[in-house]
């Protein structure tokens, strides 16, 4: 066991911090997908046509875990320096993200009649992948990832939810180059991310929790300030 490790396990949260870190898991990804749509959408989205894109996210966790494990067992874990940032970001994040989108566009890709309406079904695949991989991640991780795992990866999921919809509504709605400087920020944002976990590991957690919650927040204030189109 490293330094890092037995740090973490001597620091467990409390009974009633774990018991909001648990919900928050469990039911953080739906909950936020409603919140959203009420916030953002409340005057132009129809609950059941959503429901077909959750359930196919949801059925893209399963082919997903099988090529995680296999990439998983490719990837050497430490805890510290260089190997640290790129293993857990790959594992936590790169890889999902990236896998989901792929399939999420392919299942959207006859849902561009609007930017709003894309960012929508892209939005609702995500949740229905996300929501079940959250669940696989608490069964599988280390008990003494729990504050990262309960809270701080579910926030990095939701950010990187509305950032990979919000730059792909733009992507393929607007013209010229801007459209791939949509496209460079969002390859880079996992990688930007894995900052989170590598400051978690290292016991920066105070640090960990900010920058999470800065990237939660700066998703949110640019789809208020950029939104989607209708039409």
Known sequence: MSIHENTVLQQEPACGIFFFMTFFLIVGMPVFFIALLHVFFSDSFYGRELILPVGMGALCF??????????????????????????????????????????????????????????LHLTAFFIGFFTLFAQYVRLVFPVWY???????????????????????????????VIKFVFLGILMGLPFAMGTVPWLYVMNYRVAATLISAGFFAVSLVLLWRFPPHKN
């Open 62 to 119: 399963f082919p997903c875990c099988i090529l995680y494990v296999l990439f998983s067992n490719l990837v050497p874990i430490d805890y510290a320096g260089r190997s640290l940032y790129f293993a857990r970001t790959g594992l936590d994040l790169a890889f999902p993200v990236f896998f989901c989108l792929g399939a999420g566009l392919f299942f959207c890709r006859s849902q561009r009649g609007s930017s709003s309406e894309f960012f």
């Open 146 to 176: 729990a504050e990262y795992i309960y809270f701080l990866l579910p926030l990095l999921w939701m950010s990187l939810t509305v950032f990979v919809s919000f730059f792909m509504s733009h992507y393929f709605f607007t013209f010229g």
